[in-house]
């Protein structure tokens, strides 16, 4: 069975594609199979992110009819597969949005996940992508602002009848001037299932073009990643925490197990 979730949170710069790139690379090492797509038409970042930005096919030629989905999807060292939208302007003129809903259609039953990155706001980009998707994973910033529009976005979800998995507390720091877990349980209506903390390696990664999930897999955004694609396939999560002695420790790991 194909789950198409979609990540989405109505602010922009709330970690989205941070999200989604790392989010795809967490479960192809489960053994998913997964296809990440850009649905962020007009601002698209998923390429930039994981170093496929240049490709020659892009959504926006799937969306004009020009290519297939299977001709706009690359492969990502991570082990899971990519359709970039295109950096370029001028690739905007006759893509219709309206159209995404049958080309994801056709990946039905031919991967485990398609994840979709949305684009920030509510307009129409974002409406068909929530029209696209089956599940939702809502990702706000532990911030008034953030919440009111990811809030918005709930209610959008909610008419479409699509599922909430749940909120995504990405870049907690604990700090005191931020929302708790129960502030932003009671704004939404939903429970966080994931607090992403804020880690100064995530934009070093992403200046690498790389998922900091590769880059840096003990790093705690990345363990959180990942005990995050644990729980969309039910599998129990133990993290292995990096040893702080080098091939000694690994020894005294080893021979204590
Ligand atoms: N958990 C995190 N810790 C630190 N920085 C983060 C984290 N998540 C995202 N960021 C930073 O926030 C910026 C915006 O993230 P991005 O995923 O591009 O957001 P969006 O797709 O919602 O616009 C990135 O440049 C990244 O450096
Ligand atoms: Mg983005």
Redesign the pocket.
Known sequence: MTRVIGVI?G???????????NLSCALAALGQNVVAIDT?MTTP?LGL?LGLHLSPQSLHDVLKGRAKMHEAMYPHPGGFKVVPASMAVDDLQGVDIGKLPAAVMTLYGKTDFVIL?CG?GLGREALSSIKTADEILL?TNPDLPSVADALKTVKIVEDSEKKILGVVL???RGSSHELTVEQVEKMLGYRVVSQ????????KA?SMKVPIFLHDPHSP?AVEFNRLAHMLVGKHFAHKPRSKFGVMGMLINWVSR
């Open positions: 949170g602010k922009g710069g709330i970690g989205k594609t941070t999200l989604v790139s962020n970042n992110h990155d920030a990702i990405n870049r907690v992403v903390p804020d880690d100064r390696v995530v934009p992403i955004a």
